[in-house]
């Protein structure tokens, strides 16, 4: 791995195309299962109110053929919201499902829309909800997507009931479209608001002040998303704990204002040599852990081993008496959460250095994990 440092910008882009990337996707925003689960009731619920709609008054439907494909479509609209009901219970985090979840609501409702009667349907307000609920949820990327799918699909419909719309009270339609189009881009603009306000308050408030690196606050914030698509299209993922060895000492003899100084060079240090694609933070005092997506275990040793090869470096340079033991961890050998995982390699790396004595030497390892 080259240094950030040393790279010109040509061979910097070379080395960025090689990187794992993250699809789009993955970088969405984690929603809790409590809240996905809260999503679902409301699908439920808007299930029951369009079946009783269409069948409690037989004259709603435009024939007795448009209210057999209702409840058809009714009938499968149930099946696949139970099926991610059940997908999201196993696995919380999946960007693919809350949009195929998210297309199947905005397809049912043009559906419902093509075999109600009226003009002025209530199934058009079940379109604000589905761009309200996606967008609120899981980011401007959905919200945008919604509003462009709501829009195109109401266009569809327009389209096609032509002239039964034309028909109807033209003033009455005329004002229902611009009192709709306008409450959803004024949502728009206000979500999209909130959305940076929220994004610059959570970046702020995730940064460690002294490195600026991510704090442990954010380090949690980002494995979330990142435990959670372990295992997801074969990705994989490795965690180094960096410790920094007689950090006290140094605090001791020349004060805390030089130790902080050595934090920022190290964090540096440790930046410089990892990927766009991973997640460095100070976790504590003298402790660094970096989270490394789309790595083996074996591929986290290498860097672990150019980290401690970089900082003795630096500290011979600056005639400091510092090293670093790191412990290396993998997903989900060691565990399924960020906190499992970091306490069996904390024991292991402690194993190493008693073993050791605080040696660079590898330590002996064991579901294919180690220290260094």
């Given amino acids: 791995m080259q240094d950030k440092r040393q790279m010109t910008p040509d061979r910097r882009a070379k080395e960025r195309r090689r990187r794992p990337r993250r699809a789009a996707d993955a970088t969405a925003r984690p929603v809790a299962w409590a809240e996905q689960r809260l999503q679902f009731i409301m699908r439920y619920f808007f299930w029951a109110l369009s079946l009783a709609y269409f069948n409690l008054d037989a004259s709603v439907a435009r024939s007795p053929g448009f209210l057999v494909l209702i409840d058809g479509a009714l009938a499968i609209y149930l099946l ?42 209530p199934a058009y307000l079940v379109f604000l909800v589905v761009i309200l609920g996606n967008g609120m949820r899981y980011g401007m990327r959905f919200f945008t997507e919604a509003v462009a799918g709501a829009f195109l699909l109401s266009a569809v419909i327009v389209a096609l009931r032509f002239g039964e719309y034309a028909q109807a009270p033209s003033m009455h339609l005329t004002f229902f479209a611009i009192f709709g189009a306008i409450f959803i881009l004024y949502a728009y603009s206000l979500t999209a608001k909130l959305d940076n306000s929220r994004r610059t308050l959570e970046h702020e408030s995730a940064l460690d002040i002294l490195t600026g690196l991510l704090n442990r606050r954010g380090l949690y914030k980002k494995a979330d998303g990142l435990f959670q698509s372990v ?32 934090l920022k060079q190290i964090a540096q240090i440790i930046d410089a040599n990892s990927r766009d694609s991973d997640v460095v933070s100070r976790y504590g005092g003298d402790e660094f852990v970096i989270l490394l997506p789309d790595a083996t275990v074996e591929e986290a040793r290498m860097v672990s081993q150019r980290l401690q090869s970089a900082v003795a470096d630096w500290s011979l340079s600056n005639n400091i008496s510092l090293s670093v033991s790191i412990g290396l961890g993998g997903v989900p050998d060691d565990g ?37």
């Fill in 80 to 121: 696949l919201i139970t099926l991610y009901l059940l997908h999201a219970r196993r696995q919380a985090y999946s960007p693919a499902r809350w949009r195929l979840a998210m297309w199947t609501d905005l397809g049912m409702v043009p559906l419902a829309l093509l075999a109600d009667s009226n003009a002025l349907s």
């Fill in 336 to 372: 399924r959460d960020l906190q499992n995982v970091l306490k069996q390699v904390d024991q292991r790396m402690y194993q190493g250095k008693y073993s050791t004595g605080n040696s660079a030497r590898p330590h002996p390892e064991g579901n294919g994990s180690g220290s260094a």
């Fill in 231 to 262: 295992g997801v299209e074969g990705r994989s993922l490795s965690v180094l704990f960096a410790d920094l060895n007689r950090f006290k000492a140094i605090n001791d003899r020349f004060g805390h204002h030089v130790g902080d100084g050595v």
